[in-house]
């Protein structure tokens, strides 16, 4: 499917005219119809002629609706409110112009880019800059333009202005238009400076959500860095520029929305691109320490049979067994020449195969993000923009027109050389994204000359495997029940397939010598000790039997661990006669899994954003729903019946989402962290809200599981109440044809604005139930931006303020008898977790892994009295510093917390 596209004009004869050039252009790919005349075709415009070509062309993906003036838009209107609402909702109007903007819009809809972008392309035709690239090669420069100008009820066309046009090379040189002969002069570059403070700087992925977010918006931009500037649309040009942490890089934009561009770009880089502590990927999914945690296996002097390889630590662990020699298909890069006439049937199979090819990516990244996890399946969307990027694709059509070679060829020349310059870039991190490079760009060339691609889940027995290298797309399809390690001759810690491979939990080593894969068979034994950097060949007796003990020592320490976290959680814990509950927060059917294994008794946060934030489309009702139910189902397993609270989607500005566009338009905020966001988006959009919600209902009537909703960042009693009563209309609707529906959902609300917490009372008369998200909570209440390195001295969980406006939030649940969680960062820190539970708190959800932590470090308190617990709890509220808090929990937590 793709955005459909509608032309209204006065005239029927210009909008059929204009409908069949692009479809010339397009070749039939887009969805195009015409809406113009009157009845009879007299001039005019026709509510019945714009309704019929809306729904001729309607798509889940949207329809754009160009139009001319006057009266056409007071049709189009009315033939809108004809439309069912849920059509309504995804037919957006244009005011660009209407030749150039509909071939700009039937062209990006052609590739398959949702209706945000498609109206993005169409109405940034309506530049004075823009207009010139349309200008004939003959036409001399000083001809005059017509100005551009914004479609207006009422409104009468311009009349032709003076404007010189600029020969290129003066257009190149200029910042800003002259006022000529009455014409406004444009907005000047405006410029930005920002450090980054994110750990890896701008590599693949912080790189991936940069590009988009710049690209969102109808602006020239640009970053420099050491004097090196590089288009921000350009992932691989931002590659390059090599930034690192610590690196203050310029931003200069132009354009009608240069401004709302540097401020969402700088908003971005200031939350150092999300990758805060709560999305930072889990442990296992780290490089491996420097120090070997065990000493290697040392064979007798007289033994010597056997061969010992040495490589880099990838991820860590042991593996025994027989090798599986693993050949990636040989990749035909062999130049083919074509002739002249075949060069635009070339560069269209060319863009054919990439659109072909980001389709599978999206599917992979999909199949990843819910098996392993949404920080994994970036790597796919980094991907997929390397595929897309202008400076790759532009190279590789140049080629064919100029070197006359097939798309095949161009497309693996322009590849290799993006890919040899990250290699050539001092830092590790981006330069191992070659490999990224050159594995994306092999499936387009494979799909080109029809070679299939090689599937390293075709292995069918337990096996090391054993490779030059592996691409991230290989590795992410891995089994690992079946591949018990792996070995590279390529490659390193910092790869993407070591990133894969650590989350799989598979123990890998990179960097042998070539001459392993030479000596290597398939079924020779091999002996893997991941955790020093070392490949046993046919190793001898003692080397094997002391690395399967090792082997079985790791698996039953994690198995004990888990084990012990399992049953402790079958036991209730109980504080000042109170249970207390231990949930987990999740993002993922990998992470529904985790929580179970380590012995969630519930899930107290699911996080609904990892569907919204996945794609530049917005998921379907039936989408949501199945992912959903895979999630519910994951976190049950064999019984797990523990409620799962689903938070509705918590997007805003501050956590750009393409996918919204379509819905929200392009973020232009001042200060989007007080802006539109939460609970305010549903609300003013609720057809988003009222999807979601039937989505979660007929999921869990799929599986059975307690459904608990809660809406997020909820500031007055009358946004509750306008929320539940969305509800209570689309339960009534569901129940009623789906009678499996939950009779009864509770429903709560996040408790993260300082205007909840004094409310607290009214709101728990309104509410089921309270979760406090103390990230939130805290920078709200210290009025502290917590990824402002500047203020990060007061965004502290151990601040006073934060901790008795918590405890007032937990007096009026108790009051009302409405339980009170908290699923912020502060829920899994095993040193604050007992003063949230002397505070009142009833339950904690954290990172499934931090559970046994935690529950140790509360114990202690289930052997003492109410009174002892209302005793510290009053100390706790006397405590006017964070030291005097610090000081508190080493003298009456000292060994919970350690």
Known sequence: MSVGIVVVSHSAQLARGVVELAEQMTQNKTPLAAAGGAEQDILGTSVEKILNAIQQVDSPDGVLVLLDLGSAILSTEMALEILEPEQQAHVRLSHAPLVEGTLNAALEASLGH??????????????????????????????????????????????????????????????ASKDVRGVKEEQPEQEVQLTLINPAGLHARPASLFVQTAARFQARVQVSL?????????????????????????????GPEAEAALTALSELVRAAFHETSEATPAASTAPPPATPPHPPATPPAQETSGTLWRGVVVSPGIAVGAAYLYHSSNLDIQHRSIDEQQVPDEQQRLRTSVEQ???????????????IGQDEAGIFEAQALMLQDPTLLDTALDLIAEQRIDAASALSKAGEQQAKLLEELDNELLAARATDVRDVVSRAVRALRGQEQADPAALRQPAILIARDLAPSDTAQLRPELVLGICTSQGGPTAHTAILARSLGIPAIAGLDETALARIRSGDEL?????????????????????????????QRRAARQSSSFQASRRPLVIASQPVHLFANIASTADARAARQWGATGIGLLRTEFLFAAGTTLPGEKEQRRSYASVFRAFQGDGQSGPIVVRTLDAGADKPMPALEAVLGSAKETNPALGLRGIRIHLQHQQLLEQQLRALLLAAADTGIQLHIMFPMISTVEELRDARAIFERVHARAHEQVPAVPDHVPLGIMMEVPAAAF???????????????????SQYTLACDRTNTAVSYLYHPMQPAVLRAIHAITQAGCAAGKPVAVCGEMAGDPRIAPILICLGVNELSM????????????????????????TLADAILRLRTVNEVEQFINHNFSQQSH
Request: charge should be negative; avoid cysteine; aromatic fraction near 4%.
């Open 527 to 555: 002996a893997l000790d991941a955790d020093n950097g070392l490949l046993y060949h046919q190793p001898a007796e003692t080397i094997r039997q002391q690395l399967l003990r090792r082997l079985v020592e790791q698996q």
């Open 759 to 777: 409310m607290a009372t009214e709101l728990a008369a309104e509410a089921d139930f309270f979760s406090i998200g103390t990230n939130d909570f």
């Open 847 to 870: 990172a499934p892994t931090t559970l046994p932590e935690v529950r140790a470090a509360l114990e202690p308190l289930a052997s003492k009295s109410e009174q002892e617990v209302a």
């Open 357 to 371: 090819t980001i389709r599978t990516l999206a599917n992979l990244s999909k199949r990843v993000r819910e098996s």
């Open 114 to 175: 949702s209706l945000a972008q498609v109206q993005q392309a169409a109405e940034l035709t309506t530049s004075d800059e823009r207009l010139r690239q349309f200008k004939p090669i003959s036409q001399p420069v000083g001809t005059t333009l017509m100005e551009p100008w914004t479609i207006d009820r009422g409104s009468e066309p311009p009349t032709p202005v003076g404007t010189t046009l600029m020969a290129p090379e003066e257009t190149r040189s200029v910042k």
């Open 226 to 254: 050491h004097g090196q500037a590089a288009n921000a649309t350009s992932i691989m040009n931002v590659l390059g520029l090599n930034a690192r942490q610590s690196d203050t890089i310029t931003l200069s934009a132009s």
